[in-house]
């Protein structure tokens, strides 16, 4: 057996291995986008005697923290034949993948998990939920001092959605940056339908929805808008299809979004949903970029387990002091680490730290339920240090 690269021959197989693990159907004009877009040097494989026996594929990607832009791998399509499952092939292949994104400086590594039990034992850990919002033609809400309008927005029309699209995610953590090319061949390609845009008395776009009506059921793939004054003009515009549509879904709302508290009648079924994983790649290099918030003075250490990725076990020292944050690594084996029957300290897994970090899971919340250690001092330090601004992701691959 050998891991490799795909190559383009290689593209249409590796097709036929995830429909028939994630049992679907390709239509040919999906397949043909698949190939056309699809680049071979992003997926490994494992092969034996030139059959393909199992693959994943890790995107290019970068995502938002607090206004720093972070490099992350994004995992998809993980796969294997039943034939070999079991027998240690993905463990191998995300192993492989997790080196390969290190050397990169992909720091992060984001997945949509078919089981999240599996993928823990990896180090991933859930970092964002979303909302999903299903009502009745009879409560949507219909307001009267909307200023501005709803315009039609074609595909070719993308920086209208790009500038209010980056905008809205400075208001999140862990947003993914979308260039054009996933505009058009991931995004609109995949959350078919039409799109709608509201634009201010300035001319200024300020929302956008993407839906589709079908059989008297409206569809919101996609909901984004910057103030009060977009949302309820949105809202005013899912109203006006009352004739067309009896009920209404709004789908991957982030949680933090006001919903359906908002809503002139709130009662209505919400789901919240459990919905992409991440973990830490490269602890040290993540700490480094990471825009911790200079409130206090202090100095916390983070004794990090990673089993899966040992190059991360370690202690790591933030030390902030007159607005400066310095982070120093200490190996295992240095006794001022603390490392061996630490009497300070903050000890934790990859998970955890992962989940902190990108603000899913308070340190103190951590403490209370024991998946990590420490001083109430030092997680009220940490707590400090983190940023505050809510999970959202609204992406899939």
Not at 19 to 30: C, P, R, S, V, W
Not at 356 to 377: A, F, H, V
Request: charged content about 25%.
């Amino acid at each position: 057996m050998e891991v490799r690269k795909l190559t383009k021959e290689d593209i249409d197989e590796s097709l036929n291995l995830s429909q028939f693990a994630f049992q679907y159907t390709l239509t040919d004009k999906e397949r043909e986008h698949r190939l056309n877009v699809l680049r071979p040097e992003d997926s490994i494989g494992y092969y034996s005697d030139g059959e393909l026996l199992a693959k994943m594929t890790t995107f290019p990607f970068r995502i938002l923290i607090d206004g720093v832009s972070f490099d992350m791998g994004g995992v998809s399509g993980v796969a294997t034949y039943p034939e070999y499952r079991r027998s240690g092939l993905v463990k191998n292949l995300l192993q492989h993948g997790l080196k390969e994104m290190k050397e990169k400086g992909q720091v992060l590594a984001y997945l949509f998990p078919f089981s999240i039990p599996f993928y823990r034992k990896y180090g991933w850990e859930l970092f964002v939920d979303y909302q999903k919002l299903t009502l009745t033609r009879e409560r949507l809400p219909s307001f009267k001092t909307v200023t501005g309008n709803m315009k039609k927005i074609d595909e070719t029309s993308i920086l209208i959605l790009k500038e209010i699209y980056g905008e809205y995610i400075q208001s999140y953590t862990g947003m993914l940056i979308r260039d054009n090319d996933w505009w058009m061949d991931w995004v609109l390609f995949r959350k078919k339908g039409r799109i709608a845009a509201y634009i201010d008395p300035a001319g200024k776009p300020k929302g956008y929805i993407i839906y589709e009506v079908k059989d008297r059921k409206m569809t919101i793939k996609e909901f984004v808008s910057l103030n009060e004054e977009s949302r309820r003009g949105i809202w005013n515009f899912i109203a006006n299809h009352d004739s067309m549509a009896d009920e209404y879904i709004i789908q991957q709302l982030p949680v933090n979004e006001p919903y359906p508290y908002w809503l002139p009648d709130p009662k209505v079924q919400k789901e919240i949903v459990p919905y992409f994983m991440a973990r830490i790649v490269d602890v040290e290099k993540f700490l480094q970029q990471y825009p911790f918030k200079k409130v206090t003075n202090g100095n916390v250490f983070l004794h990090v387990l990673d089993e899966f990725c040992p190059w991360n076990n370690a202690t790591y020292q933030i030390t902030v002091k007159e607005k400066e944050v310095k982070v120093k690594r200490h190996e295992p084996r240095d006794k001022g680490a603390c490392q061996q029957e630490p009497k300070r300290g903050i000890i934790c897994n990859i998970n955890s730290l992962t989940s902190m970090l990108l603000n899913y899971q308070r340190p103190s919340n951590l403490l209370q339920i024991q998946l990590i250690k420490g001083s109430q001092e030092e997680i009220d330090i940490l707590e400090q240090l983190i940023v505050n601004k809510p999970t959202g992701f609204i992406d899939f691959f």
